[in-house]
């Protein structure tokens, strides 16, 4: 019993070795030469406001409905906000010093707290807001 596997083995020891192994080696030459081109920024990155708070507030003048979304102050001490009227419009970003209304091209205007606002908007007569 032992003869027959020594024999398969030594045949298959000998298939092995009868193959002719070959390696090539292939060289390419390269001539081409890339620059290293990051550039490090020095300047410091400065983050977009954090939201402060953000609703739904209805206007009594018309008894519309707005979105408001107050930012919170950036480092020079503008204040900023995001008001979409009618809800589903695209939103107007509004924006002025601390203690001023903040305003947006058009018309917009907005003074106030984030309880409690007046809002000019174009076409509109000033109205008071809140949730």
Same mark, same amino acid.
């Given at each position: 019993?032992? %003869?027959?596997?020594? !024999?398969? =083995? ?11 192994? @070959? &390696? #090539? ?7 081409? %030469?890339?620059?290293? !081109?990051? =550039? ?11 939201? @402060? &708070? #953000? ?13 408001? =979304? ?62």
């Amino acid at each position: 019993m032992k %003869t027959p596997l020594l !024999t398969a =083995t030594a045949v298959a020891l000998l298939a092995l070795t009868a193959c002719q192994q @070959k &390696s #090539e080696t292939t060289t390419v030459a390269n001539d081409t %030469t890339v620059a290293n !081109t990051t =550039t490090v920024s020095t300047a410091p990155i400065e983050l977009p406001p954090a939201i @402060k &708070s #953000e609703g739904s507030f209805r206007c009594h003048g018309d008894n519309s409905l707005v979105k408001v =979304t107050f930012f919170e102050a950036k480092k020079d001490g503008t204040m900023t906000a995001s008001v979409a009227s009618p809800v589903d419009a695209s939103p107007v970003t509004l924006s002025g010093e601390a203690g001023k209304p903040m305003t947006a091209d058009g018309g917009w205007a907005l003074s106030g707290t984030d309880k409690s606002f007046d809002l000019t908007q174009p076409g509109k007569a000033k109205q008071n807001c809140s949730k």
